[in-house]
């Protein structure tokens, strides 16, 4: 369980920016008091624009939950399809998480709980036509709170999260296959062949009847990159990277390590995350 509320899921936001987000950091993030004081902004923003007109139905402290309850039931969507997607990336190492994707299904099933919880709260009954007009436009909403918050809040909660400690790994994890085990710290890199899996460390090289994906949904963003199907590399092991002239990744044992013409973008986005310096990126894809 320890390793899977670790587990790092690639995410993407509107923007198409890649970060990589773990269950325990969701779960840490949600009651930081920045990201409280965002919902805050979010309900305040909700109820002093009123938005669909609920004030003309109901009394202002009653708008005011309408909205707290509409922000806390998104939260619960989001992270449902994270936990979801952490789940996924256990049997699928490739699987990531599209946040507009995840935005406009949450959106979608929280205008219709908002509905239902606006007519408990309303002195009157609410029209059908009400609901089809409203879902674009919280859609949009969605869209640019969800913006605001992977753009400005979240960069700031996870600094302020790694300089506190909170999301300080586990040193001591190990990867178990059959009657082997392998210390995540120690491993180079990783070479599918067939039935089997080639296990560069720093001092041996190991050959298990394993497949690749068993390791993968072992390992996290900051540990590595699947460079290729059948290819992964710990990034302690990167010397340069080069996206242009086919050289793939050399280690610092002058090892080479092939990047696939379909995974080039990722390696370069996940260099970039990861704040490899600027000379060991020989070109941008």
Excluded at 125 to 152: M, R
Aim: hydrophobic share 45%; charged share 15%.
């Amino acid at each position: 369980m320890e390793r899977f509320i670790w587990q790092e899921v690639p995410v993407y936001d509107v923007l198409g920016n890649r970060t990589s987000l773990s269950l325990k950091e969701a779960w840490i993030t949600i009651f930081n008091v920045k990201f409280g004081v965002f919902l805050v902004f979010i309900v305040v923003i909700m109820v002093l624009t009123n938005i669909h007109g609920y004030q003309s139905v109901m009394p202002v402290w009653r708008t005011c939950i309408l909205w707290s309850v509409c922000a806390v039931t998104l939260i619960g969507f989001y992270q449902f399809f994270h936990f979801l997607g952490a789940t996924l990336r256990s049997y699928q190492p490739d699987f990531r998480v599209y946040f507009p994707l995840v935005g406009v299904v949450s959106m979608t099933l929280n205008t219709i709980l908002t509905r239902f919880h606006a007519e408990l709260l309303a002195t009157e009954t609410l029209e059908l036509p009400h609901l089809a007009g409203s879902l674009a436009l919280n859609i949009a909403l969605g869209f640019t709170f969800e913006s605001l918050f992977c753009i400005l809040i979240h960069p700031q909660i996870r600094a302020h999260l790694l300089a506190t400690g909170k999301l300080a790994k586990p040193d001591n994890r190990n990867i178990r296959i059959g009657s082997d085990r392998f210390e995540v710290s120690e491993i180079v890199s990783l070479h599918s062949q067939d039935h089997y899996v080639e296990v560069i460390t720093d001092n041996t090289t190991t050959l298990v009847r394993a497949r690749l994906a068993d390791f993968l949904k072992e390992l996290n963003d900051s540990d590595g990159i699947l460079t290729h199907r059948s290819h992964w590399v710990a990034k302690r092991a990167i010397q340069s990277i080069d996206l242009i002239n086919g050289d793939g990744i050399t280690t610092y044992s002058m090892k080479k390590i092939p990047i696939a013409c379909t995974r080039r973008q990722m390696v370069g986005e996940w260099a970039a995350l990861q704040g490899l310096t600027v000379n060991q990126i020989s070109g941008a894809a």
